[in-house]
């Protein structure tokens, strides 16, 4: 890619993503637009990414991730933990799928394309990671059941430290030496204690909460444009040779996660509504945290091509499946209700 292209391109996707601001066709589309443009600058001005001056800009992932899990942290009361004894089924039945379906069509999905194998070990934990905050925004904007997604994320985080070191250990340990213990540490300091901080905020100081949140949103979608956009930059020569494979693996990842968790929430007997609330939890990752891991645990940058992958491109998907269900199915007010 010449650099008039990239530029041109990366202006393009900023256009695009101030347009989708008022644009109906376009609703939800707006971060998605960012990353992409983030993603397009970093590809094509890889520099600019990497260090400034003596400070390497990888050192900023790991705070970075705990500032997107405190801003989400800030979303969640204790009464969201509670609801979980209100939808206990759905809630694990979610969890299970989160933790079987995606780790092991990572898995798959990296044997069949031939990854090597810290590429495959990278595609394997975003598999294994917990779903984010954007299958709760997806799920308000596909009409599903927005308080089982908040609950599902909650509890998919909490259990995280156990679950997704597990996953890596019996599945991606056959590409790369995996540490059951580092990786659980790393994900209680990086994950669940700024969760936990933002939730005490939330519930001991509203009114700093309420302050807070007016500006996290923003902070958070930054820090994954960020993110996205250095590991890029760092991986940049070895997405040349592998892109499109990784790309093509991560696609049909991420589109599996979606059809095997709604129809296996199906057939468990969930209603429609819920089980898009699954698909929405099951195929959208958690990114930051998998990027986290990969630079922090596995020490290794191919590792994190596959959530820089991965993200924005389930980012699109989700996107489009919300706008096509708001549109095409109707206002579902009883949980259970069964059509």
């Given at each position: 890619m010449s650099i008039y292209a990239g530029i041109a391109i990366t202006l393009g996707f900023v256009l695009l993503a101030v347009y989708s601001r008022n644009s109906r066709w376009l609703q939800g589309l707006g971060f998605t637009f960012m990353v992409l443009a983030f993603a397009t600058a970093a590809f094509t001005f890889p520099e600019f990414f990497i260090s400034w001056g003596d400070f390497e800009l990888r050192r900023t992932i790991a705070p970075l991730v705990q500032l997107i899990l405190f801003g989400m942290g800030m979303t969640l009361t204790l009464e969201d933990f509670k609801r979980i004894l209100a939808f206990p089924k759905a809630v694990f039945i979610g969890f299970g799928l989160q933790y079987t379906i995606m780790p092991v069509v990572g898995f798959s999905c990296a044997y069949a394309f031939g990854l090597q194998a810290e590429v495959a070990a990278g595609l394997i934990l975003i598999g294994?990671?917990?779903?984010?905050?954007?299958?709760?925004?997806?799920?308000?904007?596909?009409?599903?059941?927005?308080?089982?997604?908040?609950?599902?994320?909650?509890?998919?985080?909490?259990?995280?430290?156990?679950?997704?070191?597990?996953?890596?250990?019996?599945?991606?340990?056959?590409?790369?030496?995996?540490?059951?213990?580092?990786?659980?540490?790393?994900?209680?300091?990086?994950?669940?204690?700024?969760?936990?901080?933002?939730?005490?905020?939330?519930?001991?100081?509203?009114?700093?909460?309420?302050?807070?949140?007016?500006?996290?949103p923003f902070l958070a979608m930054l820090a994954i444009c960020i993110i996205i956009a250095v590991t890029i930059a760092l991986s940049r020569d070895d997405l040349i040779v592998v892109g499109l494979t990784l790309f093509a693996a991560a696609v049909c990842h991420n589109a599996l996660g979606i059809v095997f968790g709604y129809n296996a929430a199906r057939i468990l007997g969930l209603s429609r509504r819920d089980c898009r609330t699954v698909a929405f939890e099951v195929g959208l990752q958690n990114g930051g945290m998998a990027t986290g891991l990969a630079f922090n645990v596995l020490e290794s940058v191919q590792a994190a091509m596959g959530s820089a992958t991965y993200g924005p491109w389930s980012a699109i998907t989700g996107s489009a499946l919300a706008s096509w269900w708001r549109r095409t199915v109707k206002d579902e007010t009883v949980d259970n209700e069964k059509e």
């Amino acid at each position: 890619m010449s650099i008039y292209a990239g530029i041109a391109i990366t202006l393009g996707f900023v256009l695009l993503a101030v347009y989708s601001r008022n644009s109906r066709w376009l609703q939800g589309l707006g971060f998605t637009f960012m990353v992409l443009a983030f993603a397009t600058a970093a590809f094509t001005f890889p520099e600019f990414f990497i260090s400034w001056g003596d400070f390497e800009l990888r050192r900023t992932i790991a705070p970075l991730v705990q500032l997107i899990l405190f801003g989400m942290g800030m979303t969640l009361t204790l009464e969201d933990f509670k609801r979980i004894l209100a939808f206990p089924k759905a809630v694990f039945i979610g969890f299970g799928l989160q933790y079987t379906i995606m780790p092991v069509v990572g898995f798959s999905c990296a044997y069949a394309f031939g990854l090597q194998a810290e590429v495959a070990a990278g595609l394997i934990l975003i598999g294994s990671c917990p779903g984010g905050v954007a299958s709760n925004v997806m799920a308000y904007l596909g009409r599903a059941n927005v308080p089982l997604s908040v609950s599902m994320t909650a509890f998919s985080t909490m259990l995280s430290p156990v679950m997704t070191p597990l996953a890596m250990m019996l599945l991606a340990g056959t590409y790369v030496p995996v540490s059951f213990l580092p990786m659980m540490w790393t994900i209680l300091n990086m994950i669940i204690l700024p969760l936990i901080l933002g939730i005490l905020i939330h519930h001991f100081l509203p009114w700093l909460a309420k302050k807070l949140v007016r500006i996290l949103p923003f902070l958070a979608m930054l820090a994954i444009c960020i993110i996205i956009a250095v590991t890029i930059a760092l991986s940049r020569d070895d997405l040349i040779v592998v892109g499109l494979t990784l790309f093509a693996a991560a696609v049909c990842h991420n589109a599996l996660g979606i059809v095997f968790g709604y129809n296996a929430a199906r057939i468990l007997g969930l209603s429609r509504r819920d089980c898009r609330t699954v698909a929405f939890e099951v195929g959208l990752q958690n990114g930051g945290m998998a990027t986290g891991l990969a630079f922090n645990v596995l020490e290794s940058v191919q590792a994190a091509m596959g959530s820089a992958t991965y993200g924005p491109w389930s980012a699109i998907t989700g996107s489009a499946l919300a706008s096509w269900w708001r549109r095409t199915v109707k206002d579902e007010t009883v949980d259970n209700e069964k059509e």
